[in-house]
């Protein structure tokens, strides 16, 4: 078995081996709020895979430095590729962009990067900045340079009228800080990745923000983190995959695919004991997505 043409859904077993995966039911629309398009393959196929599995809102985040441009425009022609791939009775999902400067890439911020950045904004389809924030893991760029950048976004985003999405990697405390100073986005504020417990989780949640759940959700010793999804307003509720990342079980080991949000989606519904109530918390969901990210 390989990564393919086929739409079905396969676990990687040992010695090589595959298994076929029977996915969750899933009659319901679903949003994949973050993953990155331009990184897979055959991205036409994985427009075609989201369409067959009812994942019908997809943002795409695109960083707008070195070839985010060229990034968003092989996106749109696999977009208008998978047109000709649908099985018939199947809408491609309705595509939106978010584009900013990574906190990677912050000491490549200069007069001509924001330039960039606000001719991306540009674009009728692009809803968001993002992903912004401060990535104090890596820290493939300075703090200073981080926090300088990410304020400057910030404000780029209030100016113009769009939320934000966050990246923030051991920094959620810096970032509290940046946001006391400046205030909270105007258009909406979405913490993207969410993955540390429920102390963590409560001073975004008072503050209004969207939270978006990936993959973690799913692994088996993160009971912590599906406690602190529990804390999450229902219509601040987002699902994700940070695709090719972050891949959730029961496809981990393999490469993440925008599709697999739905075993994303069916976690929290068992997580939060919504198994009766299957439609009306799958639109809440499906909804969240829209009215943050369909601008």
Not at 102 to 123: F, G, I, T
Not at 199 to 216: N, T
Not at 266 to 282: A, I, V
Request: glycine letters at 6%; aromatic letters at 10%; charged letters at 30%.
């Amino acid at each position: 078995m390989s990564e393919d043409r086929h739409t079905d859904f396969y676990e990687k077993r040992k010695k090589g081996k595959f298994r076929l995966v029977e996915p969750p039911d899933m009659s319901f629309l679903v949003a994949d709020t973050h993953c990155h398009f331009e990184m897979f393959e055959d991205p036409a196929w994985n427009f075609v895979r989201c369409a067959v599995h009812n994942v019908k809102f997809i943002a795409c985040v695109i960083d707008s430095t070195d070839d985010g441009v060229l990034g968003m425009a092989k996106v749109e022609a696999a977009y208008e590729e998978a047109k000709n791939l649908l099985p018939a009775g199947t809408n491609l999902p309705q595509l939106k962009y978010i584009v900013g400067t990574h906190p990677h890439h912050a000491k490549k911020w200069d007069d001509a990067q924001e330039k960039n950045l606000r001719e991306m904004l540009k674009n009728p389809k692009v809803s968001c900045v993002g992903e912004i924030g401060l990535d104090y893991h890596y820290d493939f760029s300075p703090k200073k340079d981080q926090i300088d950048v990410f304020k400057q976004q910030l404000k780029i985003a209030d100016e113009l009228g769009f939320p934000v999405s966050l990246h923030l990697r051991e920094a959620h405390d810096d970032a509290l800080k940046i946001f006391e100073e400046l205030g909270f986005c105007k258009h909406g504020t979405l913490l993207h990745c969410f993955n540390l417990g429920p102390e963590d989780l409560k001073p975004w949640v008072e503050a209004g923000c969207y939270i978006a759940i990936g993959g973690p959700v799913t692994f088996k010793k993160f009971d912590w983190l599906r406690e602190a999804v529990k804390l999450i307003p229902q219509d601040k509720l987002l699902t994700e995959t940070d695709a090719p990342f972050m891949t959730p079980e029961p496809m981990r080991g393999m490469t993440c695919w925008p599709d697999h949000v739905i075993f994303v989606a069916d976690m929290l519904c068992k997580t939060l004991g919504q198994e009766s109530n299957r439609e009306e918390f799958y639109a809440r969901m499906y909804q969240n997505a829209l009215d943050l990210l369909d601008r």
